[in-house]
């Protein structure tokens, strides 16, 4: 009997596979064959507005609501679709998932990275144009890293800063589209895999060990660098002040954000900070209540100082130094981000100092190479 439950159960296991491979089959090969990238451009909404050509026919805008028959394919007409108004390349298809609609916008990898660039990098003149093709590559490499992450939900990226930021034509530049094109198919390696191409904003004088922002193995090539680059930033230093008690309260509520609760009557009375030998980054965060010590990691730091005003919720940095004076509490900082791998401002400086964008990408991520993938 037992024996007969566990066959049962194996060939419904198999079957589930088989009929998954049947119908993704077709499409994982097509994405492969055309180097295509899924893009989730909405997720989990009730509603969307898209435009497209449907099967053989004209194209039309739909409204769509989960009540519908999905998955929804509409192609392009003269290469482009849209969502809510914003215009994309390639194609798209509307995926219903635990009851609510997902948006994904199918295209080839460079056509996306010409919606990613702009966006990552911001507004930039003729002579950071370097700094935009090193960024084209970081991008396209950490695109192709990361392709088939969430394929059980039927794409491959977010377009948000969970992965790059994506806009579609709306965000796409004439300098940008030029890096893009001028570094077609190039992707950075280490040791015969695509890198994980981590970049962040500011790193204020020297970028972080991979450690020091997330917890695992560490890639050597993420590894901490000195940055001279960076010292125009508008985030290269800045200072936060609060008084001692709004410090302690902002504490005290923020820690259930990471998932600690204080007992009753527990009060926070000091802290101490361990710093990581390179960086200076705060590897731990020690909190001294009237009952025990609480440590706190690295990568939850940010969690727990950010505010609302902060971007994503998040201190801008881990790179901080915490000053008493007086009733005052004065966080001095230093950069944006999580601080590993290319800082975009520093790469801005060395292509405006006339440095090429293989240098700089070689700056930031030691004992790379870039290939020519196809
Ligand atoms: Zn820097």
Not at 27 to 34: A, D, F, I, P, W
Not at 262 to 278: Q, T
Request: charged share 25%.
């Amino acid at each position: 009997m037992r024996l007969r439950i566990r066959i049962d159960s194996r060939v419904r296991i198999l079957a589930i596979v088989a009929l998954i491979t049947i119908n993704c089959m077709p499409y994982v090969g097509r994405v492969r064959r055309e180097n295509l990238v899924r893009i989730a451009v909405e997720c989990g909404v009730d509603a969307a507005v898209v435009t497209g050509v449907l099967g053989k026919g004209f194209c039309r805008e739909y409204r769509v609501t989960p009540e519908g028959a999905f998955p929804l394919i509409l192609g392009p007409k003269d290469g482009r679709v849209a969502v809510n108004g914003r215009n994309y390349r390639g194609g798209l298809e509307v995926r219903k998932i635990d009851g609510r609609l997902w948006v994904i916008n199918v295209l080839d990898v460079e056509s996306y990275l010409k919606g990613v660039v702009p966006c990552e990098i911001g507004g930039i003149t003729e002579k950071e144009l370097e700094a935009a093709k090193a960024q084209a590559v970081a991008a396209r490499t950490y695109a192709l890293a990361h392709s088939g992450q969430y394929s059980d939900l039927g794409f491959d990226l977010y377009a948000t800063v969970q992965d790059q930021v994506y806009k579609g034509i709306t965000c796409e530049r004439e300098i940008t589209s030029r890096a893009v094109e001028s570094t077609a198919g190039e992707v950075l390696y280490y040791r015969g895999a695509p890198v994980e191409a981590k970049y962040h904003s500011t790193c204020g004088g020297r970028t972080a060990d991979f450690n020091d922002a997330w917890a695992g193995a560490a890639p050597p090539y993420l590894s901490s660098v000195r940055c001279d680059y960076c010292r125009k930033s508008p985030h290269y230093r800045w200072t936060k002040v609060m008084t001692r008690d709004e410090f302690f309260t902002h504490l005290r509520h923020r820690l259930s954000r990471i998932n600690i609760n204080l007992e009753e009557g527990e009060l926070i009375h000091s802290f101490r900070m361990m710093r990581s030998r390179r960086s200076h980054r705060l590897k731990e965060l020690i909190l001294v209540t009237n009952k025990r010590e609480l440590k706190i990691a690295n990568y939850r730091i940010r969690t727990l100082f950010g505010e609302p005003d902060d971007p994503g919720g998040l201190l801008k940095s881990t790179c901080i130094y915490v000053k008493t004076k007086g009733d005052e509490v004065v966080i001095e900082g230093r950069g944006f981000g999580h601080g590993v791998g290319m800082c975009q401002f520093g790469s801005l400086e060395m292509a405006t100092q006339g440095r090429h964008y293989r240098k700089i990408l070689y700056h930031y991520y030691r004992g790379t190479r870039i290939k020519k993938v196809r």
